[in-house]
């Protein structure tokens, strides 16, 4: 089956349901990305990820992550909406984007120092009421397309990422 | 009416629109019916909480004018009604003619749609469409639809629920007789039957709620029960040892 970008599979309504229901059946901020990582875990293959919020409109700072190393997750702990990363890049354009390994890479030489042991890369932006609030990288440790990981589900994901960053404590103060 | 795989693709991707969107509940119901669910050409929506008390209070409506909602208002939880059925039961469909509200059109639709939190109903979503839902045929898509709308819910209503609600440093101390006629508020009764119940002058009732509300810093009587309950301030066997002297 061939499906385009923007496509949706209809078996993928399953998943985005059970997304929603993790974002329904946990409140805090760790158990809910747990409760993300284990249905996407568990539909296509082990993931990683970082969720950041924004701060003051310019700084992203690491709300959340899971399956990252400590030492990913110390050195983009705190970064600028600015910097030439994945995450800033993807919530300035406002777009959710797909990367091999390898294309990962080519666009953002400095993070191979990282030595990531993920395949693929998906990023995307978390807005509310269209204005950035954060955004989030997910890996996965085989290389995914649209037919195997339908943009439906990463945006369901955003929903999900949302719920998350809206219920921080001081969500309006500090985001 | 069985969903074109377009049809649910525009389904979701609005639902996950809306979702992100600042509005008010009122608000998100209105374009939950013309804009997501548009394509089931949907009336109005009715969003119905369920309280600490087990009344089922209306919490917010779009497309029905008031006269209409008065068959599903103040209900309770014991009651066997179709949104309580929902509570009980979770999704389900009926046709106009057996939902028990006379004002829907013969050839409508009433969906129910359960609102889980922490893996519990907290609230029921009615909605009035004008083409046949066929929930059986597409049960995974209506599931997913209604976690959606429950999440989208669930951020712009807090239920009642001891994370919601910041206990005060210090607990309000109420005599027997206070903690007496807030028991009695508990299982419904009016200030009236509470002065009969008790022996006492109806607005010394009236007095006595003005302090307990004082105390618990609100200023109706759900949101007092809620907040006593959630404050152990009500014992179960309270009311009806009161009711039983």
Known sequence: ?175 | MLLTVAEENHVLTRLFHLSTIEMSLGKFLGALCVDALGVFETRSALIFGLETDFSIPLLSQFGLKALEQAPYQDQHYAQDSPVTRCFKNGLMALAAEDSGWPGIDKNHWVVFLPVHRRQSVVAALVIVVARDPEISAQELLWTTIARGVALAIVSRWQPADKNTYAAPAKLPEFSTRELDILLLVAVGMSNHQIAKQLHLGFSTVGHELMVIFKGLEVSTRNEAVRRASLLGLLTPEGPTNILEA
């Open chain 1, 1 to 175: 089956m061939s499906v385009k970008i923007g496509g949706f599979i209809p078996n993928s309504v399953g998943v985005i349901g059970e997304i929603f229901a993790a974002s329904l059946d946990h409140l805090g901020t760790s158990d809910t990305v747990r409760a993300l990582s284990h249905v996407l875990s568990e539909h296509y293959g082990t993931s990683s990820l970082l969720l950041y919020g924004l701060k003051n409109d310019t700084s992203l700072q690491l709300v959340e992550s899971f399956g990252f190393s400590e030492s990913v997750q110390n050195q983009f702990r705190s970064v600028s909406l600015f910097d030439k990363l994945p995450v800033s890049d993807s919530i300035r354009e406002g777009k959710i984007a797909r990367f091999s390994a390898e294309g990962l890479l080519e666009r953002y030489p400095t993070l191979s120092d990282l030595r990531l042991p993920h395949a693929s890369f998906y990023v995307a932006p978390c807005t509310s009421s269209g204005s950035p609030i954060g955004g989030f990288i997910v890996g996965f440790f085989d290389s995914k397309d649209d037919e195997n990981l339908p943009l439906m589900v990463l945006q369901s994901l955003q929903v999900a990422a949302f719920h998350v960053l809206t219920r921080q404590p001081g969500y309006l103060e500090v985001f």
